[in-house]
């Protein structure tokens, strides 16, 4: 059975930092790009950032590209995504998924977690 699992969401103040983490089970994650979606309230899920099965390519959305940073370490199946200065209206859950293909489109995605909740106050 396939599972990721994301963790270190959390309540934080506008400018702090969080790092969040994807953990893979039941799926060698280096086999698949992967990347982090947010959604808001009442938002549909948007792109954040995704990188390739390699690592050696990166990708994010305009809105986060100087202040986040997506990392992957395949010996330990699992993917991260450091975020720095963070806004309130980054107030999302944060979910990973593992895929193929254009890595900006949900629908490349074959593979989710159920999402971490991240909350930043101004």
């Known amino acids: 059975q396939v599972q990721l699992v994301e963790s270190g969401g959390g309540l934080v103040q506008a400018g702090d930092s969080l790092r969040l983490s994807c953990a893979a089970s039941?799926?060698?994650?280096?086999?698949?790009?992967t990347g982090w979606f947010r959604q808001a309230p009442g938002k549909e899920r948007e792109f954040v950032a995704a990188?390739?099965?390699?690592?050696?390519?990166?990708f994010y959305a305009d809105s986060v590209r100087s202040r986040f940073t997506i990392s992957r370490d395949n010996a330990k199946n699992t993917v991260s995504l450091q975020m720095n200065s963070l806004k309130p209206e980054e107030t999302a859950v944060y979910y990973c998924?593992?895929?193929?293909?254009?890595?900006?489109?949900?629908?490349?995605?074959?593979?989710w977690g159920q999402g971490t909740a991240v909350t930043v106050l101004s």
């Open positions: 990188i390739s099965w390699s690592g050696g390519n990166t």
């Open positions: 998924a593992a895929g193929r293909g254009d890595l900006r489109s949900a629908q490349s995605y074959l593979y």
């Open positions: 039941g799926l060698k994650l280096r086999t698949y790009a």
